[in-house]
């Protein structure tokens, strides 16, 4: 059986990872994760907030949703 999996659109903001400008709530969090911003880099003064979508199991979703630093968007659901 597999794990249905959630998508969804978080506000969080940018942290800096070994030089290199990361979502917070991506770095954090597992999953097929996309930047629906398109900020360039030259744009990003960390702690920026940002959008991002991704796509999360159900336990990462609930982490997501019981987070005070992650503003978790309306869902739409996918998979089998």
């Known amino acids: 059986m597999t794990d249905s999996m959630h998508r969804c659109r978080v506000i969080t903001f940018w942290t800096v990872e070994n030089g290199l400008n990361m979502a917070d709530a991506a770095a954090r969090?597992?999953?097929?994760?996309?930047?629906?911003?398109?900020?360039?880099?030259?744009?990003?003064?960390?702690?920026?907030?940002?959008?991002?979508?991704g796509l999360v199991s159900a336990d990462v979703l609930a982490a997501?949703?019981?987070?005070?630093?992650?503003?978790?968007l309306p869902i739409e659901e996918t998979g089998s």
Not at 30 to 50: F, K, L, R
Not at 64 to 72: G, I, K, M, N, S
Request: charged content about 15%.
């Open 29 to 53: 969090y597992p999953g097929a994760w996309s930047d629906v911003s398109g900020q360039p880099d030259t744009a990003i003064a960390a702690p920026d907030q940002v959008m991002f979508e």
């Open 64 to 72: 997501l949703t019981a987070d005070p630093l992650v503003t978790l």
